[in-house]
T-cell receptor, first 111, second 117 residues
Framework: GNSVTQMEGPVTLSEEAFLTINCTYT??????LFWYVQYPGEGLQLLLK?????DKGSNKGFEATYRKETTSFHLEKGSVQVSDSAVYFC??????????FGTGTKLQVIP | GAGVSQSPRYKVAKRGQDVALRCDPI?????LFWYQQALGQGPEFLTY????????KSGLPSDRFFAERPEGSVSTLKIQRTQQEDSAVYLC???????????????FGPGTRLTVL
């Protein structure tokens, strides 16, 4: 079955620092890949997605590129803000849309 | 437009009680999913509906868990004789497209936080 592994948190960064959250996947076939974000007290929100190899998903300054050769989908942002503090989940969809999530990485950005 | 809504947002139950959690998907969405998210973990798949048909219930942890979507829209997740290990956030998601080889974005509701005492 599919699985997703992402770096453990928490990750603490100063405002305007560069962010990378690593994510790798295993899957049969070619899954679609997603990053979801969960702000404190809120539900899961889709941040970005990529549906095939070499696609780059981007939103709100965040980017992730679907790398088939390394089975990775690392999340990056050039300059984080305090408002980016949240838990980030890497996820894959294969087959009939069953989503497999990573365990989540908590990001804390300090002023 | 309105997103996925869930009710109640919070539920406290005594061990042994039955609970029912409701999900209202986005109007017109064919697929509906339930997930269980334990504290500090990622969501885990429970079950999947395509319209009113429950196509996969492999993630339901025991026969105390039951889900239905009788008219292909609103869904209810029922947990009988709740146990402390059932304490978690229960998330509902819906997506527009159905089909084995089409992968559409799932939109999540805010979840119901269940606490079993």
């Amino acid at each position: 079955g599919n699985s997703v592994t992402q770096m453990e948190g928490p990750v603490t960064l100063s405002e305007e620092a560069f962010l990378t959250i690593n994510c790798t996947y295993t899957a049969t076939g070619y899954p679609s890949l997603f990053w979801y974000v969960q702000y404190p007290g809120e539900g899961l929100q889709l941040l970005l997605k990529a549906t095939k190899a070499d696609d780059k998903g981007s939103n709100k300054g965040f980017e992730a590129t679907y790398r088939k050769e390394t089975t990775s989908f690392h999340l990056e942002k050039g300059s984080v803000q305090v408002s980016d503090s949240a838990v980030y989940f890497c996820a894959s969809i294969g087959g009939y849309q069953k989503v497999t999530f990573g365990t989540g990485t908590k990001l804390q950005v300090i002023p | 437009g309105a997103g996925v809504s869930q009710s109640p947002r919070y539920k406290v139950a005594k061990r042994g009680q039955d609970v029912a959690l409701r999900c209202d998907p986005i109007s017109g969405h064919v697929s509906l999913f339930w997930y269980q998210q334990a504290l500090g973990q990622g969501p885990e798949f429970l079950t999947y509906f395509q319209n009113e048909a429950q196509l996969d219930k492999s993630g339901l942890p025991s026969d105390r868990f039951f889900a239905e979507r009788p008219e292909g829209s609103v869904s209810t997740l029922k947990i009988q004789r709740t146990q402390q290990e059932d304490s978690a956030v229960y998330l509902c998601a819906s997506s527009l497209i159905s089909g084995a080889h089409q992968r559409d974005t799932q939109y999540f509701g805010p979840g119901t936080r269940l606490t079993v005492l």
